[in-house]
């Protein structure tokens, strides 16, 4: 490798190693509340012994994060859960589009939803399904994932792991994350070049071709950058993390920081 891109790869790592990141337990519980509310349930078939059964299926949280659903009598899945409740649930990112985008896999028994919390399951659900009119047919059921035993994250490539049953009950969903994807969808339509004035501000000599905002936390953004690298014509696609100067309470300080952190790289292009 080119002794400077190795001097440059070298200054990436330290960067990315010190920026602050949500941790895994928000992380998780802020893909689950903010996805786009379908994952894939995989069962244990009753149908056919010994395989699992994968479905599409529509989701909510609720306040602790377990996943409700409602599902008609005759699926399979339905079926699936009243033999055996145990089951997993992947849950991607609502901007995943390939292997550098977060994705969760809850793993548990899903049990049905006692009456007299129905009412509550319906609200959380309608509240992510809007339009989910077969909530009041009288041949579907609402079922939650009351016991979680695992819980797997891959955040991106080099980035993974678990965290615990009680971590995962602990954490609170990340507030700026509600309305990250609309920040990133302007900043990507309009703004991209300060995008890119700011990732070459934050890592002197990472001159990159295109930089894309895929999520806003109240501590940073993740970024999915393209690069030629030097000695090689072949791009190359990856994801950074750009941390905030500060922590973000409310939204109106996102547009502030966004415009400082851009007038800091500007001044600094200009130097």
């Given at each position: 490798?080119?002794?400077?891109?190795?001097?440059?790869?070298?200054?990436?790592?330290?960067?990315?190693?010190?920026?602050?990141?949500?941790?895994?337990?928000?992380?998780?519980?802020?893909?689950?509340?903010?996805?786009?509310?379908?994952?894939?349930?995989?069962?244990?078939?009753?149908?056919?012994?010994?395989?699992?059964?994968?479905?599409?299926?529509?989701?909510?949280?609720?306040?602790?994060?377990?996943?409700?659903?409602?599902?008609?009598?005759?699926?399979?899945?339905?079926?699936?859960?009243?033999?055996?409740?145990?089951?997993?649930?992947?849950?991607a990112s609502k901007e995943f589009k390939g292997a550098a985008d977060g994705r969760v896999n809850l793993m548990g028994k899903v049990s049905l939803v006692p009456q007299e919390e129905?009412?509550?399951?319906?609200?959380?659900?309608?509240?992510?399904?809007?339009?989910?009119?077969?909530?009041?047919?009288?041949?579907?059921?609402?079922?939650?994932?009351?016991?979680?035993?695992?819980?797997?994250?891959?955040?991106?490539?080099?980035?993974?792991?678990?965290?615990?049953?009680?971590?995962?009950?602990?954490?609170?969903?990340?507030?700026?994350?509600?309305?990250?994807?609309?920040?990133?969808?302007?900043?990507?339509?309009?703004?991209?070049?300060?995008?890119?004035?700011?990732?070459?501000?934050?890592?002197?000599?990472?001159?990159?071709?295109?930089?894309?905002?895929?999520?806003?936390?109240?501590?940073?953004?993740?970024?999915?950058?393209?690069?030629?690298?030097?000695?090689?014509?072949?791009?190359?696609?990856?994801?950074?993390?750009?941390?905030?100067?500060?922590?973000?309470?409310?939204?109106?300080?996102?547009?502030?920081?966004?415009?400082?952190?851009?007038?800091?790289?500007?001044?600094?292009?200009?130097?």
């Open positions: 490798m080119d002794p400077e891109e190795m001097k440059l790869q070298a200054a990436l790592a330290e960067h990315q190693q010190n920026a602050p990141k949500l941790g895994f337990p928000t992380d998780v519980r802020t893909l689950v509340q903010y996805n786009h509310g379908f994952a894939v349930m995989s069962t244990n078939s009753k149908a056919n012994p010994g395989f699992p059964g994968g479905s599409v299926v529509g989701f909510a949280p609720d306040e602790l994060g377990r996943p409700l659903f409602i599902f008609s009598g005759m699926s399979t899945h339905t079926q699936d859960l009243l033999a055996d409740p145990r089951c997993s649930v992947t849950i129905r009412d509550a399951a319906k609200a959380a659900y309608l509240a992510k399904h809007p339009g989910a009119f077969w909530v009041d047919f009288g041949d579907f059921n609402w079922f939650r994932m009351d016991e979680i035993t695992d819980v797997r994250f891959v955040g991106g490539f080099a980035r993974a792991g678990s965290v615990t049953p009680e971590e995962y009950k602990n954490a609170k969903p990340d507030p700026v994350s509600a309305f990250g994807a609309a920040i990133a969808s302007h900043m990507n339509d309009d703004h991209m070049d300060s995008t890119i004035a700011m990732v070459a501000h934050a890592i002197p000599g990472l001159e990159v071709s295109e930089a894309v905002i895929t999520s806003v936390d109240s501590l940073g953004m993740y970024i999915k950058c393209t690069r030629t690298p030097r000695a090689s014509d072949q791009p190359q696609q990856f994801k950074i993390r750009l941390p905030f100067p500060r922590k973000i309470e409310e939204r109106k300080d996102v547009k502030d920081v966004i415009v400082e952190m851009t007038r800091a790289a500007a001044a600094a292009s200009s130097d």
